[in-house]
Nanobody, 124 residues
Framework: QVQLAESGGGSVQAGGSLRLSCVAS????????MGWFRQVPGKEREGVAG???????TYAESVEGRFTISRDTAKNTLYLQMNSLKPEDTAMYYC??????????????????WGQGTQVTVSS
């Protein structure tokens, strides 16, 4: 059974930083695609950052230069380092994974495995 467990969310002031973590069980991140998504009430889920099986990455324009996706394959852990946070970054953040992934994707339907989400709140 594949499970993803996020942690690291919280409340910060604008300009601050957070690092989100996602620990996988049931499979390993090597040779898989992974991603981070976010959603606020009343809006569609948005792809934030993606990574393919060999480490290539892609980012939403809204977070380019501020967020960094990374992984530690030995720990089966995915990270999202978020710097220079803005109030518009406030959302529930989810990690996602796909076995044998070939793409760094920001598309929801590409990923069959999802975590439960962790809340990030940025105040002005």
């Amino acid at each position: 059974q594949v499970q993803l467990a996020e942690s690291g969310g919280g409340s910060v002031q604008a300009g601050g930083s957070l690092r989100l973590s996602c620990v996988a069980s049931g499979f390993t991140f090597s040779a898989n695609s992974m991603g981070w998504f976010r959603q606020v009430p009343g809006k569609e889920r948005e792809g934030v950052a993606g990574m393919d099986g060999i480490g290539r990455t892609t980012y939403a324009e809204s977070v380019e230069g501020r967020f960094t996706i990374s992984r530690d394959t030995a720990k089966n852990t995915l990270y999202l380092q978020m710097n220079s946070l803005k109030p518009e970054d406030t959302a529930m953040y989810y990690c996602a994974a796909r076995s044998f992934g070939l793409l760094a994707s920001l598309t929801e339907k590409y990923f069959p495995y999802w975590g439960q989400g962790t809340q990030v709140t940025v105040s002005s």
